[in-house]
């Protein structure tokens, strides 16, 4: 998630008081998973409900993000902007390179959710180097 | 973008905070601007002109000019 150490602004506090809340959900469906909690769905339908509601609080999160941009003033919106694209370019640039060795090198599947972890890991280590919204 | 952003807030006695409260910005803004790591928005620069009572091109240098 985004660093926000040397910052206090009402959009900031939004941000994290999101963040939280989504996070907290997040957790806690898959805490159940783990412990077996919806280990006897069968029908299609209610496993798909459990993918959409575990994904649900990530959605949430990324919209966080997106208001956070929204409600900031111009520098913090074009700087975390330009974060955010950055990482999203280079998320995307290693998944399809793992994607591509899935399909022709017999590379390990990785499901499509490591999108997500995997933009903020991206984020974290882009965001220190971008410090101008130049 | 060269300006006297810093020069003329600390000729008033303001910290970076009361100049972004008094911009509606954040701290890191008015740092941003005063180490010329972020250029304002027109809309930001005339406030800023406002502000200081003074013309833009004085406050900011025009780059172009």
Same mark, same amino acid.
């Given at each position: 998630?985004?660093?926000?150490?040397?910052?206090?602004?009402?959009?900031?506090?939004?941000?994290?008081?999101?963040?939280?809340?989504?996070?907290?959900?997040?957790?806690?469906?898959?805490?159940?998973?783990?412990?077996?909690?919806?280990?006897?769905?069968?029908?299609?339908? =209610? =496993?798909?409900?459990?993918?959409?509601?575990?994904?649900?609080?990530?959605?949430?999160?990324?919209?966080?993000?997106? =208001?956070?941009?929204?409600?900031?003033?111009?520098?913090?919106?074009?700087?975390?902007?330009?974060?955010?694209?950055?990482?999203?370019?280079? =998320?995307?640039?290693?998944?399809?390179?793992?994607?591509?060795?899935?399909?022709?090198?017999?590379?390990?599947?990785?499901?499509a959710w490591i999108i997500y972890p995997l933009f903020w890991a991206c984020f974290g280590v882009i965001a220190p180097f971008v410090r101008s919204?130049? | 973008?060269?300006?006297?952003?810093?020069?003329?807030?600390?000729?008033?006695?303001?910290?970076?905070?009361?100049?972004?409260?008094?911009?509606?910005?954040?701290?890191?803004?008015?740092?941003?601007?005063?180490?010329?790591?972020?250029? #304002?928005?027109?809309?930001?620069?005339?406030?800023?002109?406002?502000?200081?009572?003074? #013309?833009?091109?004085?406050?900011?240098?025009? #780059?172009h000019a």
């Open positions: 998630m985004l660093d926000l150490g040397k910052s206090n602004s009402s959009a900031h506090r939004r941000y994290v008081v999101r963040t939280l809340a989504f996070m907290s959900g997040y957790v806690a469906i898959n805490v159940a998973a783990i412990f077996g909690a919806f280990d006897d769905i069968g029908s299609p339908v =209610a =496993a798909w409900l459990l993918a959409l509601a575990v994904s649900a609080p990530v959605v949430g999160q990324i919209w966080a993000t997106l =208001a956070l941009m929204n409600e900031s003033d111009e520098f913090v919106r074009a700087l975390t902007a330009k974060q955010f694209i950055l990482a999203a370019g280079a =998320a995307m640039a290693i998944a399809s390179v793992w994607g591509f060795g899935e399909s022709y090198a017999g590379a390990y599947h990785i499901p919204s130049r | 973008m060269k300006n006297r952003l810093k020069l003329l807030r600390v000729e008033r006695g303001w910290t970076q905070e009361q100049l972004g409260q008094a911009l509606g910005v954040s701290r890191q803004a008015v740092n941003a601007l005063e180490t010329e790591k972020h250029d #304002p928005s027109l809309d930001l620069a005339y406030r800023i002109a406002v502000l200081f009572a003074r #013309p833009v091109e004085d406050i900011f240098d025009n #780059p």
